[in-house]
């Protein structure tokens, strides 16, 4: 049995990052890079984790128009909902959706499969589903 796939360690660093965390910041940053490549990934599904933090992150930077997290946990209620009428939708749904797209574009499950040497279906199968998750970590650490 596989081990279970988790990032709570990324989240922490992400939320005390939120919370102005100039060190943090920093090592998101060079966590960033290492996710990007799916270097020290332990597991096919673990690296398309890896690659959907990449791109949620990436992409939360995009959504919100600011590039510093700490910035962005300070944006009120109010805002994220002129910003989300401005994008023509919440940010879950739009990071989500982002995953999916770059997993697509990309041929993540392809590459993947040739790095792990696993089913194509398998990651496939998966694909949703992580962007989900990885998502509902990002937005309950930016909270």
């Not at 799916?38 to 599904?45: D, I, T, Y």
């Not at 749904?93 to 392809?110: D, G, H, R, V």
Request: glycine residues 6%; aromatic residues 10%.
């Amino acid at each position: 049995m596989s081990k279970p796939i988790e990032f709570s360690s990324f989240y922490k660093l992400l939320n005390a990052a939120k919370e102005g965390s100039e060190e943090s910041n920093q090592e998101i940053k060079k966590l960033l890079i290492l996710f990007k490549s799916g270097e020290n990934s332990e597991s096919s599904l673990h690296q398309l984790g890896h690659i959907f933090i990449y791109v949620g992150i990436s992409e939360l930077f995009n959504y919100a128009g600011l590039s510093d997290l700490k910035n962005i946990g300070d944006i009120t209620k109010d805002e994220w909902e002129e910003i989300a009428e401005k994008k023509g939708g919440e940010l879950p749904p739009y990071l989500a959706n982002k995953m999916i797209q770059y997993a697509k574009e990309e041929k993540l499950s392809k590459t993947i499969t040739k790095k792990w040497n696993c089913s194509e279906r398998e990651i496939n199968q998966n694909i949703m589903k992580m962007a989900r998750y990885i998502t509902e970590g990002i937005i309950d650490s930016i909270e």
